[in-house]
């Protein structure tokens, strides 16, 4: 097994004019297989990896190898979970 730590960090805009800004910081554990030389050959080829955080997809072809050990998985995806449910509260408020 090989370990990654993953880490996000967001911020969110609001209030019409004077937009005020909020920083959040978000980390996960993720283990990967002992990947074999051919296995890795084709992750790299497929060229998902290209524009990932951490460059691999958890969703994709690389979350065949990989585990979520600890954390949120949206932090793999490069977003802070509480950053999302900040916004998601603000934009209910306005509703």
């Given at each position: ?32 297989d ?8 084709e992750l ?10 951490g ?30 449910a900040?916004?998601s ?6 509703s």
């Amino acid at each position: 097994m090989v370990g990654f730590s993953d880490s996000s960090g967001d911020s969110l805009v609001g209030q019409s004019k004077g937009y005020s800004r909020a920083k959040y910081c978000a980390g996960a554990l993720v283990e990967f297989d002992e990947l074999g030389e051919a296995m890795l050959a084709e992750l790299l080829s497929s060229g998902k990896w290209r524009g990932k955080a951490g460059a691999y997809d958890l969703a994709g072809a690389a979350g065949k190898h990989a585990r979520l050990v600890e954390g949120d998985e949206l932090s793999v995806l490069g977003l802070a979970p509480e950053a999302l449910a900040e916004l998601s509260q603000r934009i209910n408020a306005r509703s």
